[in-house]
């Protein structure tokens, strides 16, 4: 089944504002306001790590977030290959420094996600530049597992042209300590781009973690809110807004959503 990347090119409205985190050119978020009474919720956007692509993408989760009344930011940062460190350093940095120029502007609580690339990148900020805040960290569909990504070549050897000739030590979130706040994974069955068993591969290494199989979804379906994979995704990022937090529980296995984007791709 072809992958429908239909949500990576769909208009999308444009963020309330931009923010600056840094001094270099990626060093910049797009910003949507919310309630002052709802949580900030930062998304770390996907594209293996690859500079052709950006945070315009995400924007239609984005958009989607913040029509519920959430204060939303999705940052930037530098995807140059073979410096992964580049990308850790930033989005540690945006991390750091923009739920604290936000403060006031929401209720204090933070929920981290990424989606695919990005999830990796959110996965390592649990473990390694956690934000202030931070209640939860919600990976979509992520490269959860360097060592695994690497070994099954995804998308042309990508793990391999992020890292270039730099040691993965500290990098790979299913190899860094298990973060000390609660962390969902969400991933669809019919990923092709991303399978699901790097999920899973994190999970083994962290039990902690909570993993929902979304059925049928493939690695686009969880940034499109048109997708019929989204209440599976929104339920997790909104949980802090209506306190319902569903990452709390601690199943004994994955958990397979009654969700399918069968015919979606």
């Known amino acids: 089944m072809a992958e429908d990347r239909s949500v990576l090119t769909r208009p999308a409205p444009a963020p309330d504002g931009e923010l600056r985190y840094g001094p270099e050119p990626d060093h910049v978020a797009d910003h949507w306001r919310g309630r002052p009474d709802a ?3 930062i998304i ?36 140059v290959p073979g410096a992964p460190r580049l990308a850790t350093a930033d989005v540690a940095a945006a991390l750091g420094a923009l739920p604290v120029e ?6 204090g609580r933070v929920v981290v996600t990424g ?23 919600v990976a979509l569909a992520a490269v959860a597992d360097l060592a695994l990504a690497d070994r099954l070549g995804l998308d042309g050897g990508a793990v ?12 790979d979130p299913a190899r860094l ?11 669809g069955t019919a990923d092709e781009i991303v399978p699901l068993q790097l999920s899973r591969a994190y999970r083994e290494a962290h039990p902690a973690a909570r993993l929902i199989d979304v059925h049928g979804a493939g690695h686009f379906a969880l940034i499109d809110p048109d997708s019929t994979a989204w209440p599976a995704v929104s339920s997790n990022l909104t ?5 319902a937090e569903p990452w709390r529980r601690r199943p004994d296995s994955s958990e397979t959503t009654g969700f399918s984007d069968l015919g979606r791709g």
Do not use: C, K, M, Q
């Open 39 to 41: 949580p900030l919720i």
């Open 44 to 79: 770390i956007h996907g594209g293996f790590w690859r500079p052709g692509y950006d945070r315009r993408h995400i924007r239609p989760l984005a958009t989607a977030l913040a029509r519920t009344g959430l204060n939303v930011v999705s940052i930037e940062y530098r995807r």
């Open 102 to 107: 936000l403060a006031g502007e929401y209720d």
């Open 115 to 137: 989606h695919s690339a990005g999830g990796h990148l959110a996965l390592w900020a649990a473990a390694s530049a956690p934000p202030p805040g931070l209640t939860a960290t």
């Open 160 to 171: 391999r042209d992020f890292l270039g000739d730099t040691p993965p030590d500290g990098l």
């Open 177 to 187: 300590p298990a973060p000390a706040r609660p962390v969902v994974l969400v991933h």
């Open 239 to 243: 949980a802090p807004a209506t306190n």
